[in-house]
């Protein structure tokens, strides 16, 4: 059985992978590739952690200009427009496309071996030490987990109260 849901089935899918705590409660990994999985994990707990750091600074710096100065952040991005989101879309359309080298479905995403989240960008040079790889991997998915629901907490606080972070 499971250890964070004992009444359900210990999850096979999910040995072997970094953070693996045996949740699994829709069995994702047993429908989708489970390098799909990861990438999306991870994929969306980094822009979670960018998120809540963006959410608290734009409680304390504003750029110049009336469609910048909205006070909740959740208002903010109605008041910048569809175009500026769109363009963020599109760039990060485009980073993604160019990521995966053009593949961009779950089934051929990583056809080619690349590890889930790896870019190769590792100005530090900490993958040459595969015990600091292993430490850094389960921080990065286990602040990512946090993340996703620290933002979703933060959003769903500005859009009961109608104010961002409070900070008095």
Same mark, same amino acid.
């Given at each position: 059985?499971?250890?964070?849901?004992?009444?359900?089935?210990?999850?096979? *899918?999910?040995?072997?992978?970094?953070?693996? =705590?045996?949740?699994?409660?829709?069995?994702?990994?047993?429908?989708?590739?489970?390098?799909?999985?990861?990438?999306?994990?991870?994929?969306?707990?980094?822009?979670?952690?960018?998120?809540?750091?963006?959410?608290?600074?734009?409680?304390?710096?504003?750029?110049?200009?009336?469609?910048?100065? =909205?006070?909740?952040?959740?208002?903010?991005?109605?008041?910048?427009? =569809?175009?500026? @989101?769109?363009?963020?879309?599109?760039?990060?359309?485009?980073?993604?496309?160019?990521?995966? %080298?053009?593949? @961009?479905?779950?089934?051929?995403?990583? =056809?080619?071996?690349?590890?889930?989240?790896?870019?190769?960008?590792?100005?530090?040079?900490?993958? %040459?030490?595969?015990?600091?790889?292993? *430490?850094?991997?389960?921080?990065?998915?286990?602040?990512?987990?946090?993340?996703? @629901?620290?933002?979703?907490?933060?959003?769903?606080?500005?859009?009961?109260?109608?104010?961002?972070?409070?900070?008095?």
């Amino acid at each position: 059985m499971s250890k964070s849901l004992p009444f359900l089935v210990k999850p096979k *899918q999910l040995d072997g992978w970094v953070g693996n =705590a045996e949740f699994d409660p829709f069995s994702l990994s047993e429908l989708l590739p489970m390098a799909f999985v990861r990438e999306s994990e991870l994929k969306h707990g980094r822009i979670a952690m960018l998120a809540v750091v963006g959410f608290v600074v734009s409680e304390l710096i504003h750029i110049p200009g009336e469609a910048y100065q =909205a006070s909740n952040p959740v208002d903010a991005v109605n008041m910048v427009g =569809a175009q500026p @989101m769109l363009q963020i879309f599109a760039f990060c359309g485009f980073l993604e496309s160019v990521f995966h %080298k053009g593949k @961009m479905t779950m089934m051929d995403m990583h =056809a080619d071996g690349q590890t889930p989240g790896d870019f190769g960008f590792d100005p530090l040079n900490v993958s %040459k030490d595969p015990a600091k790889l292993a *430490q850094y991997q389960l921080s990065e998915i286990k602040n990512g987990r946090l993340a996703m @629901m620290a933002i979703s907490g933060l959003i769903h606080q500005s859009i009961i109260t109608g104010h961002g972070v409070p900070f008095n």
